[in-house]
Structure formats: C-alpha cells, structure tokens
Nanobody, 116 residues
Framework: VQLQASGGGLVEAGGSLRLSCAASGTIFSDNVMGWYRQAPGKQRELVATLTYGGTTDYADSVKGRFTISRDNAKNTVYLQMNGLKPEDTAVYYC???????????WGQGTQVTVSS
C-alpha cells in the first residue's frame, strides 16, 4: 500500500486547511485510515481515524475543529482543519492499516504551519 498526502501549508491562526491522502495498491475494505502528527521534539500522536464503515476517533485537542472523511471509491481520506491554532503546527502523516492487523503504512508527511 502506498499513501500520497497533500494539502499542507502555512496559515494564520483561525484559518483552515484541508489535507488529502490517496491510497493505492491492494486495498481491503476492512481498513482504518487516518491522520497522525508530529511536532518538533514530540512523539507522533493520533489526530483522527475513520474506519471503512464510518466510525471516527478524534484526539481531544482537535474535537469540534477537525473533521475526517473519506471517499471509499477513491481510497482517499480527508482532514478538514478549521480554527487552526499555533499548537497544531506539525508534520501530518496519513496512515492505513487493516482493522485486525498491527501492520501500518505511512504517507510521506505534509507540513502544517500555523502562525500566531
């Protein structure tokens, strides 16, 4: 599985960005796709995940501001980020895994920078 992420950039606090991640290769329907982020000097953390069937999970820090969605026909997951804060600044990584497996696939990362 290969993941291609796009959509990062520089935005002022309070602004919005939309990330996209397209998966290619052998894609199974029992999968979970999502987004993680890693800020400088910090560990990678979960932002949001979404199962093929539509179950979501969000980090408390982004609830009410970020929305994850997906187009199963395109094997693509999106992250709509509104009300961005400087603490959202990080490299955002797309993630794919089968729901029953520990094996994970990662995209190349896209930088999101929020200025105050």
């Amino acid at each position: 599985v290969q993941l291609q992420a796009s959509g990062g950039g520089l935005v002022e606090a309070g602004g919005s960005l939309r990330l996209s991640c397209a998966a290619s290769g052998t894609i199974f329907s029992d999968n979970v796709m999502g987004w993680y982020r890693q800020a400088p000097g910090k560990q990678r953390e979960l932002v949001a995940t979404l199962t093929y069937g539509g179950t979501t999970d969000y980090a408390d820090s982004v609830k009410g501001r970020f929305t994850i969605s997906r187009d199963n026909a395109k094997n693509t997951v999106y992250l709509q980020m509104n009300g961005l804060k400087p603490e959202d600044t990080a490299v955002y990584y797309c993630n794919y895994k089968r729901s029953w497996s520990t094996k994970q696939y990662w995209g190349q990362g896209t930088q999101v920078t929020v200025s105050s």
